[in-house]
């Protein structure tokens, strides 16, 4: 399984096989909203709020 780390505080994520670019998670660590940007390789940016 894919890893990719939380731009916001590095934690490790997996890449989950159905994950497709653009899909939208949650840092299960510090709760920041990622959205995946790439798969390949696997890269997520941080969804900054107003
Ligand atoms: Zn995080």
């Not at 934690?11 to 899909?23: K, T, V």
């Amino acid at each position: 399984m894919a890893i990719s780390e939380c731009p916001s505080c590095t934690f490790h994520i997996p890449i989950e096989s159905n994950m497709q670019e653009g899909d939208v998670i949650e840092c299960p660590d510090c709760g920041a909203k990622l959205k995946l940007v790439s798969l390949m390789p696997p890269l997520f940016e941080e969804i900054k709020e107003e």
